[in-house]
């Protein structure tokens, strides 16, 4: 199994270098973040071709892989098109300049390739492990994944209709799914890849929780959640009140 998880590094690495160009043309590294979830499409697409014919475990994989990862890329490259580069990447730009255009190859692109590598490693566990007949923890994983799905896509659809309304600008979104956790779309991304870690765990591999663990420590402590909430309170004056009502992460009841 080693030889197949290694087998997707180089499709990763070289699918990173082919948007480092377009990048370095555009001036905007924010375009890794349209890759971000394709990436992972190929390293399933990589482990399926290696173990080929699928069991009925490995083709829901793939399903609910691509699923999720062309719905993210298509939603981020929509919203990120036309745009200036993300205020992210324009502070790590900052840090590095004199050469980030070439930094930037794996500072950005080398980088998430190998954390997708490494964070695909469910992908891996469930599509080449165990082929054993789907139990019940293939079913609570995939009804997982079906969950956070459902958080990721109808909390980004209710954002983009807030923000389209003018009326709304610089105000909080704070109805829908909004009102019951600050982040939807972070929350679905971690049920997603618990989801397929449950799927890894009924074909045996047990070691795949690390991809999921490292996902959750990136939306809870690194890229996400704290990330986005280091400095948000100065663009949103009522974002201090949203945070004091509204839980962070896992969804539940708005505080009085």
Request: net charge positive; aromatic share 14%.
């Amino acid at each position: 199994m080693l030889q197949t998880w290694l087998y997707a590094l180089p499709f990763l690495l070289g699918a990173g270098f082919l948007t480092w160009l377009v990048s370095v043309k555009l001036r905007n590294v924010t375009i890794v973040d349209t890759l971000w979830s394709l990436m992972f499409v190929i390293a399933a697409c990589c482990y399926a071709s290696k173990t080929l014919p699928l069991d009925p475990r490995a083709q829901l994989v793939l399903v609910l892989v691509t699923a999720w990862g062309l719905r993210l890329a298509i939603y981020l490259g929509r919203r990120n098109f036309g745009h200036e580069e993300d205020r992210r990447y324009q502070k790590i730009r900052r840090r590095n300049e004199p050469g980030f255009a070439w930094k930037s190859l794996y500072l950005v692109f080398g980088l998430q390739a190998v954390l997708a590598w490494v964070i695909s490693l469910p992908l891996l566990g469930a599509i080449a492990g165990d082929a054993a007949p789907l139990g019940w923890l293939d079913y609570a994983g995939a009804a997982l994944c079906l969950v956070g799905l459902y958080f990721e896509a109808v909390g980004d659809w209710q954002l983009t209709r807030f923000k389209a309304d003018p009326a709304n600008a610089g105000q909080v979104m704070d109805q829908g799914l909004w009102g019951l956790t600050r982040h939807p779309n972070y929350f679905g991304d971690f049920c997603v890849w618990w989801g397929f870690g449950l799927m890894a765990l009924a074909a045996g591999a047990w070691w795949s929780v690390i991809g999921p663990a490292l996902m959750s420590v990136l939306l809870l402590r690194v890229s996400g959640v704290t990330l986005l909430e280091r400095d948000i309170g100065k663009r949103r004056p009522g974002y201090a009140e949203y945070i004091r009502r509204t839980n962070a992460f896992f969804p539940g009841p708005r505080r009085p």
